[in-house]
């Protein structure tokens, strides 16, 4: 029994939905997308398909990167007049490392309530299988594109005592690891490729094993990737062994 009602007047809820297998919801999610006034989503078309696979039919409206700000002031006056509005990404959890942060900036500026719907993160998806112990990490989001730039934070990343999250997209990938291959030489890492997808992959090993693998074929999805720590006498630490595997 819940000690306190979801759904208040005036409320911004920002819901996790999955990033690959439609299963991957939680009931929370879904009733407070059937009970919402409307869903403020990354992309329309990509929200529908997830609405239409569970018959949910609550109206849809675009907060995607270009529009968020001008949007989100639109919103927040909806949601100022009693409206209740569900935030949803693409894929995982709003505003971490996808658009969200500057409606959310918005809404606490204007104090309104947010409430969290938590549900699946890619970062969270692969620590979770990484066998590392750990009581802490850094997560980085996306490498920065430029190449002085990324390889400028990867110098930072070798000197880290804790292990370090970040993402990348298929186009750089090869370029990345390449960058980790000269940085951090033989530092284990661990990629995930497609988490919960019908082609996902866990590929664990030195950037130069891996980026061989990624040199044969090529990169396609959205990858993540955990880079192993160093601990504090200098050693490398974490994984035990390279190795892959792939999950169907």
């Given amino acids: 029994m ?39 989503a990354e992309d329309t078309r990509h929200t529908r398909g997830l609405l239409n696979y569970y018959n949910i039919h609550t109206p849809l409206t675009s907060c995607f990167a270009h529009n968020e700000a001008r949007k ?21 959890t709003p505003s971490i490392s996808d658009p969200g942060c500057r409606f959310l900036k918005l809404a606490w500026k204007e104090n309104i309530k947010v409430v969290p719907i938590p549900g699946p993160s890619a970062l969270t998806t692969l620590l979770s299988v990484s066998g590392l112990s750990m ?7 996306f490498l920065p594109p430029k190449i002085k730039r990324r390889r400028d934070k990867l110098l930072e990343i070798k000197q880290e005592h804790r292990a370090v999250i970040c993402f990348e997209s298929p186009h750089r990938l090869l370029k990345s690891l390449g960058d980790m291959q000269d ?15 019908k082609f996902e992959e866990l590929l664990k090993g030195t950037p130069e094993e891996i980026k061989e693998i990624f040199t044969l074929r090529k990169p396609r999805g959205e990858f993540t990737i955990i880079i192993s720590a160093i601990d504090k006498k200098k050693r490398l630490s974490g994984f035990s062994k390279p190795d892959s595997w792939q999950c169907g």
């Fill in 2 to 40: 819940l000690s306190e009602p979801d759904i208040y007047e005036g409320t911004l809820y920002v819901v996790a939905t999955p990033m690959g297998n439609l299963e991957d919801i939680t009931l929370r999610a879904l009733r407070i997308l059937k009970e919402v006034d409307l869903i403020a």
């Fill in 183 to 197: 940085i951090l030489g033989q530092r284990q890492i661990l990629i995930g490729r497609e988490l919960t997808k």
């Fill in 72 to 92: 989100g002031s639109h919103l927040i006056e909806r949601i100022k007049k009693g409206a209740q509005i569900a935030l949803v990404s693409d894929a995982g």
């Fill in 135 to 141: 009581g802490a990490f850094l997560f980085e989001g």
